[in-house]
Protein backbone atom coordinates (compact mmCIF):
# COMPACT_ATOMS: atom_id res chain seq x y z
CA UNK A 1 0.00 0.00 0.00
CA UNK A 2 2.85 2.41 0.73
CA UNK A 3 4.21 1.98 -2.23
CA UNK A 4 1.20 2.82 -4.14
CA UNK A 5 1.60 6.08 -5.96
CA UNK A 6 -1.72 8.70 -6.70
CA UNK A 7 -1.90 11.79 -9.06
CA UNK A 8 -4.67 14.57 -8.17
CA UNK A 9 -6.57 13.79 -11.51
CA UNK A 10 -9.89 15.85 -10.73
CA UNK A 11 -10.17 18.94 -8.62
CA UNK A 12 -13.48 19.30 -6.74
CA UNK A 13 -15.02 21.61 -9.05
CA UNK A 14 -15.39 18.89 -11.63
CA UNK A 15 -16.13 16.20 -9.08
CA UNK A 16 -19.14 18.29 -8.01
CA UNK A 17 -20.02 19.46 -11.84
CA UNK A 18 -19.73 15.84 -12.84
CA UNK A 19 -22.25 14.32 -10.13
CA UNK A 20 -24.45 17.33 -10.54
CA UNK A 21 -24.31 16.92 -14.30
CA UNK A 22 -25.24 12.99 -13.95
CA UNK A 23 -28.07 13.65 -11.74
CA UNK A 24 -29.71 15.64 -13.64
CA UNK A 25 -29.54 13.47 -17.00
CA UNK A 26 -31.11 10.40 -15.18
CA UNK A 27 -33.89 12.37 -14.30
CA UNK A 28 -33.85 13.85 -17.62
CA UNK A 29 -34.25 10.04 -18.97
CA UNK A 30 -36.51 8.93 -16.06
CA UNK A 31 -39.26 11.53 -16.38
CA UNK A 32 -38.37 11.56 -20.42
CA UNK A 33 -40.07 8.05 -20.40
CA UNK A 34 -42.69 8.69 -18.50
CA UNK A 35 -43.47 11.61 -20.87
CA UNK A 36 -42.75 9.72 -23.32
CA UNK A 37 -44.56 6.55 -22.40
CA UNK A 38 -47.42 7.62 -19.62
CA UNK A 39 -49.20 4.88 -20.43
CA UNK A 40 -46.56 2.11 -19.73
CA UNK A 41 -44.20 4.41 -17.02
CA UNK A 42 -45.76 5.80 -14.27
CA UNK A 43 -42.82 6.84 -11.55
CA UNK A 44 -43.81 10.32 -10.90
CA UNK A 45 -47.77 10.27 -9.86
CA UNK A 46 -49.05 12.90 -12.15
CA UNK A 47 -48.17 13.44 -16.04
CA UNK A 48 -47.83 17.22 -14.98
CA UNK A 49 -45.46 16.08 -12.10
CA UNK A 50 -43.17 14.41 -14.46
CA UNK A 51 -43.09 17.51 -16.86
CA UNK A 52 -42.26 19.83 -13.70
CA UNK A 53 -40.07 17.45 -12.22
CA UNK A 54 -37.62 16.98 -16.05
CA UNK A 55 -37.75 20.58 -16.52
CA UNK A 56 -36.22 21.74 -13.43
CA UNK A 57 -33.98 19.22 -14.64
CA UNK A 58 -33.20 20.41 -17.71
CA UNK A 59 -32.77 23.74 -15.73
CA UNK A 60 -30.24 22.42 -13.81
CA UNK A 61 -28.38 20.38 -16.05
CA UNK A 62 -28.40 23.60 -18.69
CA UNK A 63 -26.72 25.72 -15.90
CA UNK A 64 -23.89 22.87 -15.42
CA UNK A 65 -23.01 22.59 -18.77
CA UNK A 66 -22.38 26.43 -18.89
CA UNK A 67 -20.17 26.15 -15.47
CA UNK A 68 -18.52 23.45 -16.85
CA UNK A 69 -17.72 25.20 -19.73
CA UNK A 70 -16.54 28.57 -17.85
CA UNK A 71 -14.28 26.62 -15.23
CA UNK A 72 -12.65 24.80 -18.92
CA UNK A 73 -12.28 27.94 -20.87
CA UNK A 74 -11.67 30.82 -18.04
CA UNK A 75 -10.07 28.73 -14.61
CA UNK A 76 -8.43 26.15 -15.92
CA UNK A 77 -8.00 27.32 -19.96
CA UNK A 78 -7.53 23.63 -20.74
CA UNK A 79 -9.96 22.87 -22.66
CA UNK A 80 -8.70 22.75 -26.17
CA UNK A 81 -5.95 20.81 -25.20
CA UNK A 82 -8.18 17.64 -23.33
CA UNK A 83 -11.38 17.77 -25.39
CA UNK A 84 -10.01 18.39 -29.14
CA UNK A 85 -8.24 15.56 -30.70
CA UNK A 86 -4.62 15.93 -31.94
CA UNK A 87 -2.98 14.70 -35.36
CA UNK A 88 -1.56 11.48 -33.31
CA UNK A 89 -5.30 11.02 -32.04
CA UNK A 90 -6.58 11.03 -35.21
CA UNK A 91 -4.42 9.04 -37.12
CA UNK A 92 -3.30 6.71 -34.65
CA UNK A 93 -3.94 7.31 -31.19
CA UNK A 94 -8.23 6.24 -32.15
CA UNK A 95 -7.70 3.03 -33.77
CA UNK A 96 -5.06 1.77 -31.10
CA UNK A 97 -7.75 2.93 -28.17
CA UNK A 98 -10.05 0.76 -30.09
CA UNK A 99 -8.13 -2.22 -30.48
CA UNK A 100 -7.21 -1.95 -26.79
CA UNK A 101 -11.12 -1.39 -25.72
CA UNK A 102 -12.24 -4.31 -28.21
CA UNK A 103 -9.38 -6.85 -27.55
CA UNK A 104 -5.95 -6.11 -25.72
CA UNK A 105 -7.74 -5.52 -22.65
CA UNK A 106 -9.53 -9.04 -22.23
CA UNK A 107 -5.91 -10.28 -22.64
CA UNK A 108 -4.42 -8.54 -19.58
CA UNK A 109 -2.92 -5.96 -21.53
CA UNK A 110 -2.13 -2.73 -20.01
CA UNK A 111 -4.05 0.54 -21.81
CA UNK A 112 -2.31 2.39 -24.19
CA UNK A 113 -3.20 5.69 -22.95
CA UNK A 114 -1.56 7.28 -19.52
CA UNK A 115 -3.99 9.60 -17.55
CA UNK A 116 -2.20 12.27 -16.55
CA UNK A 117 -3.91 15.89 -15.13
CA UNK A 118 -2.79 17.82 -18.26
CA UNK A 119 -3.83 14.60 -20.72
CA UNK A 120 -6.75 12.87 -18.94
CA UNK A 121 -8.58 11.63 -21.55
CA UNK A 122 -7.79 9.11 -24.04
CA UNK A 123 -7.93 9.57 -28.17
CA UNK A 124 -11.22 7.56 -28.03
CA UNK A 125 -12.89 9.53 -25.49
CA UNK A 126 -11.89 12.93 -26.60
CA UNK A 127 -14.24 11.94 -29.91
CA UNK A 128 -16.82 11.33 -27.69
CA UNK A 129 -16.73 13.88 -25.27
CA UNK A 130 -16.20 16.69 -28.50
CA UNK A 131 -19.60 15.22 -29.89
CA UNK A 132 -21.37 14.74 -26.65
CA UNK A 133 -20.17 18.09 -25.16
CA UNK A 134 -20.18 20.23 -27.75
CA UNK A 135 -22.78 19.04 -29.97
CA UNK A 136 -25.52 16.62 -28.50
CA UNK A 137 -26.24 18.50 -25.12
CA UNK A 138 -26.32 21.80 -26.38
CA UNK A 139 -28.87 20.76 -29.03
CA UNK A 140 -30.25 18.94 -26.37
CA UNK A 141 -30.35 22.17 -24.19
CA UNK A 142 -31.54 24.29 -27.17
CA UNK A 143 -34.52 22.11 -28.05
CA UNK A 144 -35.49 21.84 -24.36
CA UNK A 145 -35.69 25.44 -23.76
CA UNK A 146 -38.12 25.74 -27.17
CA UNK A 147 -40.25 23.08 -26.11
CA UNK A 148 -40.44 24.65 -22.21
CA UNK A 149 -41.19 28.00 -24.00
CA UNK A 150 -43.29 27.27 -27.43
CA UNK A 151 -45.60 30.29 -27.30
CA UNK A 152 -43.64 32.88 -26.83
CA UNK A 153 -41.22 31.36 -28.77
CA UNK A 154 -43.33 30.14 -31.39
CA UNK A 155 -41.45 32.20 -34.33
CA UNK A 156 -38.48 29.95 -33.64
CA UNK A 157 -40.38 26.67 -33.55
CA UNK A 158 -41.93 27.63 -36.98
CA UNK A 159 -38.44 28.17 -38.25
CA UNK A 160 -37.12 24.95 -37.51
CA UNK A 161 -40.02 22.72 -39.04
CA UNK A 162 -42.95 23.17 -36.44
CA UNK A 163 -43.63 21.34 -33.18
CA UNK A 164 -43.50 17.42 -34.17
CA UNK A 165 -40.18 18.43 -35.91
CA UNK A 166 -39.04 19.80 -32.57
CA UNK A 167 -40.75 16.62 -30.31
CA UNK A 168 -39.00 14.16 -32.52
CA UNK A 169 -35.62 16.02 -32.68
CA UNK A 170 -35.28 16.60 -28.79
CA UNK A 171 -36.66 12.62 -28.41
CA UNK A 172 -33.85 11.24 -30.63
CA UNK A 173 -31.32 13.44 -29.15
CA UNK A 174 -32.30 12.17 -25.19
CA UNK A 175 -32.35 8.70 -26.64
CA UNK A 176 -28.68 8.77 -27.74
CA UNK A 177 -27.52 11.06 -24.68
CA UNK A 178 -29.01 8.05 -22.56
CA UNK A 179 -27.03 5.87 -24.67
CA UNK A 180 -23.66 7.29 -24.19
CA UNK A 181 -24.82 7.47 -20.23
CA UNK A 182 -24.73 3.04 -20.46
CA UNK A 183 -21.60 3.10 -22.64
CA UNK A 184 -19.74 5.87 -19.94
CA UNK A 185 -20.43 3.43 -17.00
CA UNK A 186 -19.22 0.60 -18.74
CA UNK A 187 -16.48 2.19 -19.71
CA UNK A 188 -15.62 3.38 -17.12
CA UNK A 189 -15.37 -0.06 -15.46
CA UNK A 190 -11.80 -0.99 -17.97
CA UNK A 191 -9.15 0.28 -14.93
CA UNK A 192 -7.15 -2.25 -13.56
CA UNK A 193 -10.20 -2.69 -11.33
CA UNK A 194 -13.32 -2.32 -11.43
CA UNK A 195 -13.59 1.02 -9.72
CA UNK A 196 -10.64 2.41 -10.89
CA UNK A 197 -11.81 5.27 -12.82
CA UNK A 198 -14.52 5.54 -10.14
CA UNK A 199 -12.55 6.74 -6.74
CA UNK A 200 -11.02 10.09 -8.70
CA UNK A 201 -14.94 11.12 -9.00
CA UNK A 202 -15.27 10.93 -5.37
CA UNK A 203 -11.48 11.40 -4.11
CA UNK A 204 -9.88 13.23 -6.91
CA UNK A 205 -7.62 11.24 -6.74
CA UNK A 206 -6.47 8.17 -9.22
CA UNK A 207 -3.64 5.53 -8.76
CA UNK A 208 -0.77 5.28 -11.06
CA UNK A 209 -0.55 2.54 -13.13
CA UNK A 210 3.31 1.27 -14.04
CA UNK A 211 3.09 1.01 -17.70
Not at 25 to 34: E, F, P
Not at 130 to 137: G, N
Not at 174 to 195: E, M, Q
Request: with cysteine.
Amino acid sequence: MADKKYIYLQPTPIRIWHWLNALGIVTLCVTGGQIRFPEYVNIFGTYKAAIELHNTAGIVVAISFFLWAFYYLVVARSMVKLYIPNKDDIQHGILRQAKFYFLLFFLGRPNPHHTTPDDKFNPMQKSAYLAIMFILVPLVIVTGILLMNVAPLREAVLMIGGLKLLVGTHFLLACSLCAFLFTHVYLATLGHTPFAHFKPMWTGWEEEVDH
